[in-house]
């Protein structure tokens, strides 16, 4: 089982950052993928970036050159940065572990002047 917690959401104006957390209580953290999905007001659930246990990452299209995913294996935490953020970045963060079918609560970032 792979229980997952999010945080570090917030208000933040254009152009500002964050940086979002996900903690994980587990013990395959070290060889379980994660992602990060985002569900903005009346949108579809769309995945934002995926770090694999080797490290790999992958992005989508309009986070790409923006957002950083990592990971902390002592911490068990994957952390998304998110640079130059836009209105368009406003919704609901959620953290995920296919492996497991686990989903955190989500974290609220709101991008607005």
């Known amino acids: 089982q792979v229980q997952l917690v999010e945080s570090g959401g917030g208000l933040v104006q254009p152009g500002g950052s964050l940086r979002l957390s996900c903690a994980a209580s587990?013990?395959?953290?070290?060889?379980?993928?994660l992602d990060w999905y985002r569900q903005a007001p009346g949108k579809q659930r769309e995945l934002v970036a995926t770090?694999?246990?080797?490290?790999?990452?992958n992005y989508a299209d309009s986070v790409k050159g923006r957002f950083i995913i990592s990971r902390d294996g002592a911490k068990k935490t994957v952390y998304l940065q998110m640079n130059s953020l836009k209105p368009e970045d406003t919704a609901v963060y959620y953290c995920?572990?296919?492996?497991?079918?686990?989903w955190g609560r989500g974290t609220q970032v709101t991008v607005s002047s």
């Open positions: 587990t013990s395959i953290f070290s060889i379980i993928t």
């Open positions: 770090i694999t246990s080797g490290g790999t990452t």
């Open positions: 995920r572990c296919a492996l497991a079918n686990s």
